[in-house]
Protein backbone atom coordinates (compact mmCIF):
# COMPACT_ATOMS: atom_id res chain seq x y z
CA UNK A 1 0.00 0.00 0.00
CA UNK A 2 2.94 1.90 0.55
CA UNK A 3 4.16 1.66 -3.27
CA UNK A 4 4.55 5.03 -5.26
CA UNK A 5 3.33 7.20 -1.99
CA UNK A 6 4.47 10.74 -1.72
CA UNK A 7 6.06 10.61 1.74
CA UNK A 8 7.41 13.43 3.97
CA UNK A 9 10.00 13.30 7.13
CA UNK A 10 10.25 16.04 9.40
CA UNK A 11 13.60 15.36 11.55
CA UNK A 12 16.86 14.07 10.19
CA UNK A 13 17.55 12.52 13.19
CA UNK A 14 18.15 8.74 12.96
CA UNK A 15 14.46 7.82 14.26
CA UNK A 16 13.40 10.00 11.25
CA UNK A 17 16.06 8.68 8.95
CA UNK A 18 15.65 5.02 9.73
CA UNK A 19 11.68 5.70 8.83
CA UNK A 20 12.73 7.32 5.48
CA UNK A 21 15.21 4.12 4.46
CA UNK A 22 12.28 1.82 5.74
CA UNK A 23 9.65 3.62 3.58
CA UNK A 24 11.67 3.94 0.49
CA UNK A 25 12.37 -0.27 0.82
CA UNK A 26 8.93 -0.75 0.63
CA UNK A 27 8.11 1.11 -2.64
CA UNK A 28 7.59 4.97 -1.04
CA UNK A 29 9.01 8.15 -2.70
CA UNK A 30 10.82 10.23 0.76
CA UNK A 31 11.34 14.12 0.85
CA UNK A 32 13.36 14.57 4.48
CA UNK A 33 13.12 17.92 5.89
CA UNK A 34 15.28 19.36 8.62
CA UNK A 35 16.17 22.86 10.26
CA UNK A 36 19.42 22.20 10.67
CA UNK A 37 22.28 22.21 8.15
CA UNK A 38 23.34 18.66 8.66
CA UNK A 39 21.87 15.20 9.73
CA UNK A 40 21.92 13.01 12.92
CA UNK A 41 19.41 15.15 15.01
CA UNK A 42 21.24 14.32 18.78
CA UNK A 43 23.64 12.02 16.77
CA UNK A 44 25.43 15.38 14.97
CA UNK A 45 28.58 16.22 14.42
CA UNK A 46 29.97 19.72 14.30
CA UNK A 47 33.40 21.73 13.11
CA UNK A 48 35.64 23.04 15.84
CA UNK A 49 38.37 24.76 13.70
CA UNK A 50 39.79 22.13 11.15
CA UNK A 51 38.30 19.03 13.00
CA UNK A 52 35.38 18.12 13.61
CA UNK A 53 33.65 15.96 16.58
CA UNK A 54 30.41 14.04 18.02
CA UNK A 55 27.94 16.99 19.56
CA UNK A 56 25.48 14.67 20.50
CA UNK A 57 25.14 10.74 21.87
CA UNK A 58 29.11 9.92 21.62
CA UNK A 59 28.93 6.00 21.26
CA UNK A 60 26.38 3.27 20.47
CA UNK A 61 25.49 0.04 22.90
CA UNK A 62 26.30 -3.46 21.25
CA UNK A 63 22.29 -3.98 21.11
CA UNK A 64 21.64 -1.01 18.97
CA UNK A 65 24.35 -1.80 16.70
CA UNK A 66 22.51 -5.30 16.72
CA UNK A 67 19.00 -3.45 16.01
CA UNK A 68 19.81 -1.13 13.33
CA UNK A 69 21.94 -4.23 11.36
CA UNK A 70 18.41 -5.86 11.44
CA UNK A 71 16.82 -3.01 9.73
CA UNK A 72 19.19 -2.00 7.56
CA UNK A 73 19.70 -5.18 4.91
CA UNK A 74 20.72 -3.40 1.92
CA UNK A 75 23.70 -1.03 2.68
CA UNK A 76 26.80 -2.06 5.31
CA UNK A 77 26.67 0.39 8.39
CA UNK A 78 29.32 3.29 8.44
CA UNK A 79 30.04 1.71 12.37
CA UNK A 80 33.11 0.41 14.15
CA UNK A 81 33.99 -0.68 17.50
CA UNK A 82 35.57 1.21 20.00
CA UNK A 83 37.76 -0.09 22.11
CA UNK A 84 38.71 1.89 24.69
CA UNK A 85 39.45 2.56 28.62
CA UNK A 86 36.87 4.05 30.86
CA UNK A 87 37.12 5.22 34.63
CA UNK A 88 34.83 6.82 37.13
CA UNK A 89 34.66 10.27 38.08
CA UNK A 90 37.02 9.64 41.03
CA UNK A 91 39.42 7.74 38.81
CA UNK A 92 40.27 4.90 40.92
CA UNK A 93 40.00 2.40 38.96
CA UNK A 94 40.22 1.78 34.75
CA UNK A 95 38.61 -1.26 32.92
CA UNK A 96 38.72 -1.75 29.25
CA UNK A 97 35.77 -1.77 27.49
CA UNK A 98 34.08 -1.58 23.76
CA UNK A 99 31.35 0.31 22.59
CA UNK A 100 30.26 1.29 19.16
CA UNK A 101 30.96 4.71 16.98
CA UNK A 102 30.00 5.62 13.63
CA UNK A 103 32.84 6.59 10.80
CA UNK A 104 34.33 9.01 10.51
CA UNK A 105 31.60 10.87 12.66
CA UNK A 106 28.46 10.74 14.35
CA UNK A 107 26.29 11.96 11.17
CA UNK A 108 27.99 9.62 9.07
CA UNK A 109 25.21 7.23 10.13
CA UNK A 110 22.13 8.91 9.39
CA UNK A 111 23.64 10.82 6.05
CA UNK A 112 24.07 6.63 4.71
CA UNK A 113 20.87 6.03 5.78
CA UNK A 114 19.81 9.23 3.59
CA UNK A 115 21.72 7.92 0.26
CA UNK A 116 19.80 8.54 -2.58
CA UNK A 117 16.78 10.31 -0.55
CA UNK A 118 15.27 13.98 -1.15
CA UNK A 119 17.16 16.00 1.98
CA UNK A 120 16.11 19.61 2.51
CA UNK A 121 18.34 21.04 5.18
CA UNK A 122 18.28 24.35 6.71
CA UNK A 123 14.35 24.08 6.48
CA UNK A 124 12.28 25.24 9.80
CA UNK A 125 8.90 23.41 8.68
CA UNK A 126 6.59 25.09 10.67
CA UNK A 127 2.90 24.03 10.11
CA UNK A 128 1.10 20.88 8.72
CA UNK A 129 -1.66 21.23 6.20
CA UNK A 130 -4.64 19.21 5.13
CA UNK A 131 -5.77 20.68 1.63
CA UNK A 132 -6.27 18.36 -1.00
CA UNK A 133 -3.23 16.21 0.38
CA UNK A 134 -0.79 17.01 3.07
CA UNK A 135 1.10 20.81 2.57
CA UNK A 136 4.15 21.29 4.35
CA UNK A 137 4.99 25.61 5.17
CA UNK A 138 8.04 26.68 6.11
CA UNK A 139 9.00 29.72 8.55
CA UNK A 140 10.22 31.50 5.19
CA UNK A 141 6.55 30.81 3.82
CA UNK A 142 7.33 28.50 1.30
CA UNK A 143 5.24 25.30 0.70
CA UNK A 144 5.92 21.69 0.15
CA UNK A 145 3.36 19.02 -0.87
CA UNK A 146 1.05 17.28 -1.63
CA UNK A 147 2.00 14.12 0.24
CA UNK A 148 -0.11 11.05 0.93
CA UNK A 149 1.28 11.11 4.49
CA UNK A 150 3.87 13.27 7.08
CA UNK A 151 5.81 11.70 9.73
CA UNK A 152 6.79 13.85 12.31
CA UNK A 153 10.33 12.71 13.89
CA UNK A 154 11.03 15.72 15.80
CA UNK A 155 11.20 15.85 19.98
CA UNK A 156 7.95 15.92 21.51
CA UNK A 157 8.20 19.65 22.54
CA UNK A 158 8.84 20.40 18.61
CA UNK A 159 6.50 18.16 17.59
CA UNK A 160 3.05 19.92 19.23
CA UNK A 161 2.70 22.76 16.94
CA UNK A 162 3.16 20.36 14.11
CA UNK A 163 0.50 18.09 15.38
CA UNK A 164 -2.15 20.92 15.06
CA UNK A 165 -3.97 19.10 12.42
CA UNK A 166 -4.12 16.06 14.63
CA UNK A 167 -5.39 16.62 17.83
CA UNK A 168 -4.70 12.74 19.64
CA UNK A 169 -1.04 12.36 18.50
CA UNK A 170 -0.98 16.54 19.61
CA UNK A 171 -2.11 15.40 23.12
CA UNK A 172 0.36 12.55 23.60
CA UNK A 173 3.08 14.93 22.76
CA UNK A 174 2.47 17.23 25.10
CA UNK A 175 2.58 15.48 27.83
CA UNK A 176 5.97 14.10 27.37
CA UNK A 177 8.77 15.75 29.26
CA UNK A 178 12.02 16.41 28.65
CA UNK A 179 15.40 17.66 30.10
CA UNK A 180 18.54 19.70 28.34
CA UNK A 181 22.08 19.19 28.07
CA UNK A 182 24.84 21.47 28.15
CA UNK A 183 27.65 20.08 26.14
CA UNK A 184 31.32 21.40 25.37
CA UNK A 185 33.67 19.92 22.70
CA UNK A 186 36.99 20.94 23.14
CA UNK A 187 40.60 20.85 21.11
CA UNK A 188 43.45 21.19 23.53
CA UNK A 189 46.93 21.90 23.77
CA UNK A 190 47.91 18.50 25.09
CA UNK A 191 46.29 15.60 26.34
CA UNK A 192 45.90 15.86 30.62
CA UNK A 193 48.67 13.62 32.13
CA UNK A 194 46.35 12.25 34.58
CA UNK A 195 43.80 10.97 31.72
CA UNK A 196 46.72 9.32 29.47
CA UNK A 197 45.24 6.04 29.54
CA UNK A 198 41.60 7.21 29.28
CA UNK A 199 38.94 7.74 27.01
CA UNK A 200 35.95 8.29 28.44
CA UNK A 201 35.19 9.13 32.16
CA UNK A 202 31.28 9.04 33.75
CA UNK A 203 29.65 9.17 37.19
CA UNK A 204 28.39 11.60 39.84
CA UNK A 205 30.03 15.38 39.65
CA UNK A 206 28.48 18.78 40.79
CA UNK A 207 28.45 19.86 36.75
CA UNK A 208 29.77 17.30 34.67
CA UNK A 209 28.05 13.64 33.66
CA UNK A 210 30.92 12.49 30.97
CA UNK A 211 34.26 13.26 29.66
CA UNK A 212 34.58 11.58 26.30
CA UNK A 213 37.97 11.51 24.58
CA UNK A 214 36.44 12.10 20.89
CA UNK A 215 40.01 11.56 19.15
CA UNK A 216 40.23 8.62 20.80
CA UNK A 217 37.63 6.96 18.45
CA UNK A 218 38.63 5.50 14.93
CA UNK A 219 38.60 7.87 11.95
CA UNK A 220 39.56 11.07 14.48
CA UNK A 221 42.52 13.50 14.81
CA UNK A 222 43.39 15.78 17.39
CA UNK A 223 42.86 16.34 21.49
CA UNK A 224 39.46 16.69 20.77
CA UNK A 225 37.48 16.09 24.24
CA UNK A 226 33.14 16.24 24.74
CA UNK A 227 32.59 17.50 27.91
CA UNK A 228 28.26 16.56 28.63
CA UNK A 229 27.23 18.48 31.57
CA UNK A 230 24.92 16.51 34.14
CA UNK A 231 20.93 16.63 34.09
CA UNK A 232 20.46 18.52 36.79
CA UNK A 233 23.35 21.51 36.36
CA UNK A 234 21.79 21.57 32.50
CA UNK A 235 18.18 22.29 34.03
CA UNK A 236 19.52 24.91 36.67
CA UNK A 237 21.41 26.60 33.83
CA UNK A 238 19.54 26.22 31.23
CA UNK A 239 19.24 30.10 30.21
CA UNK A 240 22.55 30.71 31.11
CA UNK A 241 25.30 32.69 28.82
CA UNK A 242 27.19 30.10 26.62
CA UNK A 243 30.36 31.31 27.76
CA UNK A 244 29.89 31.07 30.87
CA UNK A 245 28.49 27.68 30.27
CA UNK A 246 32.04 27.05 28.80
CA UNK A 247 33.95 28.73 31.39
CA UNK A 248 32.63 26.59 34.40
CA UNK A 249 32.22 23.47 32.53
CA UNK A 250 36.43 23.84 31.84
CA UNK A 251 36.96 24.58 35.47
CA UNK A 252 35.53 21.60 36.36
CA UNK A 253 37.40 19.70 33.99
CA UNK A 254 40.68 21.12 34.77
CA UNK A 255 39.88 20.02 38.58
CA UNK A 256 39.40 16.61 37.80
CA UNK A 257 42.76 16.33 35.19
CA UNK A 258 44.39 18.10 38.36
CA UNK A 259 46.24 21.07 35.93
CA UNK A 260 45.10 23.88 34.09
CA UNK A 261 44.06 23.05 30.66
CA UNK A 262 44.52 25.09 27.10
CA UNK A 263 42.43 25.03 24.32
CA UNK A 264 42.94 25.59 20.87
CA UNK A 265 39.11 25.52 20.06
CA UNK A 266 36.25 25.28 22.02
CA UNK A 267 32.22 25.09 20.89
CA UNK A 268 29.91 24.87 23.27
CA UNK A 269 26.43 23.55 22.15
CA UNK A 270 22.73 23.52 24.23
CA UNK A 271 20.45 20.42 23.51
CA UNK A 272 16.74 21.82 24.89
CA UNK A 273 15.19 18.21 24.44
CA UNK A 274 18.27 16.32 25.37
CA UNK A 275 16.79 13.30 27.25
CA UNK A 276 13.47 12.21 28.30
CA UNK A 277 12.10 12.27 31.57
CA UNK A 278 8.21 10.89 31.40
CA UNK A 279 6.53 10.22 28.20
CA UNK A 280 2.86 8.47 28.07
CA UNK A 281 2.11 5.45 25.87
CA UNK A 282 2.35 6.95 22.13
CA UNK A 283 0.66 5.52 19.65
CA UNK A 284 2.53 6.37 16.73
CA UNK A 285 0.13 6.40 13.74
CA UNK A 286 -3.48 9.29 13.91
CA UNK A 287 -7.03 7.33 13.71
CA UNK A 288 -6.46 8.74 9.81
CA UNK A 289 -3.35 6.22 9.12
CA UNK A 290 -1.93 10.03 7.31
CA UNK A 291 -0.27 11.53 9.74
CA UNK A 292 2.64 9.47 12.36
CA UNK A 293 5.15 10.03 14.79
CA UNK A 294 8.89 8.72 15.84
CA UNK A 295 11.11 9.20 17.95
CA UNK A 296 12.51 8.09 21.03
CA UNK A 297 9.83 10.01 23.10
CA UNK A 298 7.35 7.58 21.64
CA UNK A 299 8.95 4.36 23.17
CA UNK A 300 10.73 5.28 26.45
CA UNK A 301 13.97 6.99 26.33
CA UNK A 302 17.55 6.79 24.06
CA UNK A 303 19.05 5.61 21.23
CA UNK A 304 17.71 2.25 21.48
CA UNK A 305 14.01 3.77 21.99
CA UNK A 306 14.27 5.94 18.83
CA UNK A 307 15.52 3.11 16.73
CA UNK A 308 12.36 0.45 18.69
CA UNK A 309 9.78 3.45 17.29
CA UNK A 310 11.34 3.50 13.58
CA UNK A 311 11.05 -0.08 13.45
CA UNK A 312 7.62 -0.38 14.86
CA UNK A 313 6.04 2.73 12.51
CA UNK A 314 7.60 1.00 9.80
CA UNK A 315 5.75 -2.48 10.61
CA UNK A 316 2.28 -0.35 11.54
CA UNK A 317 2.43 1.61 8.29
CA UNK A 318 2.97 -1.67 6.04
CA UNK A 319 0.24 -3.36 8.06
CA UNK A 320 -2.02 -0.29 7.41
CA UNK A 321 -3.05 -0.69 11.35
Known sequence: ?????????IGAGVAGCLVARGLVEKGAILEVFDK?????????????????????????????????????????????PWHHRRSGMIQKSIAESCLWVSVPRASALTRNLLDGISLHTGTRITDVMLREG???????????????????????????????????LQRSADQVVMSPSWVLLVDLEQRPKSMADIDLVQG???????????????CREGEVWQLTA????????????????????MDAFSGLAGEALKTRDER??????ADVVSSPNVTPVSSCRQIAVCGDWVCGQGLAAAVQSAEQLIRALEAGV
Do not use: N
Open 1 to 9: MLSGELIAV
Open 36 to 80: SRGTGGRLAAARLGELSADLGAPVFEEGVVRQLKQMQVDRPLPVQ
Open 134 to 168: WWLKTDQGDLFGPYSRVVIAVPAPQAVALLAACPE
Open 204 to 218: VHPVLARLCRDSSKP
Open 230 to 249: STEWSSRYVDADPDWIAAQM
Open 268 to 273: VHRWLY
